[in-house]
């Protein structure tokens, strides 16, 4: 027990005291198979046809960085260009195109090939997007796929389903293309509490953080927070019991 002095507050993302600051650097991998066995299976990106994997983002918002497919050896003659992009949601299928990504058009060995995206593009939260590629040539470029929906260790994204766009129409595949997501910048709002024994509780990030403090919201010297009591996980939330050491102090979470 912590005493009568404690108050309760609870914080999902958006707390009355927020202040919007970007807390994260680095390139995080949220979603990938890369490391799953491809037994031997690759669906075909042939002339005028696409593929598209779907993905469903967490908790924290962030920015998309780009996008690694891995290719078997193709067909040796006949090549056109094969473009790659990141595309909404609309009812279960690829609808707009939120990206053309930029990399190698021609993945004829077999290799993973990373495409980038420009500045700017934003992954909001819990959303669903679709990794697509789409073929202009007359030879097929091999899509190494698995028929394991197993992630690779690390990931926390939700992997959803692997469609086909053949004459038109798309059409549910029973395997998963081999691919992974790179991201950059997820946010995690700094919050101020006036509280003298205070108990934080938010949606679990996914990725690895560190609860940091400072007296000044606008201060360039954020340390982790050492007045931590107790910390855990309970379902999706994550918290954090933290006794204060100043009438005011704000706290933001950090990637380790």
Known sequence: MLGTEMRIIHIIWLSYYMANTACAQGVLTPIA?????????????????????????????????????AFDAAGSAGFGPMAVGLCADSGGIPGSVIAQLSGNPYPTNSADYFYSASSGVTLATNTTFWLTAYAYGPVYYLWSSTPSSALDAGSVWKLGSFKGKYNGVWANNSYYPRFSITVTNPVVPAISVFAPTVFLTFLSPGFSFELQASTNVNSTSWAAADNVVTNGIEGNQTFFVVRQTSPQMFYRLQLK
């Open 33 to 69: 198979n890369l490391s799953q066995n491809s037994a031997g299976t690759e669906i075909g990106v042939g002339s005028g046809d696409s593929l598209a994997i779907s993905f469903t983002t967490g908790n924290v918002g962030c920015e998309f960085d780009g996008a690694s497919l």
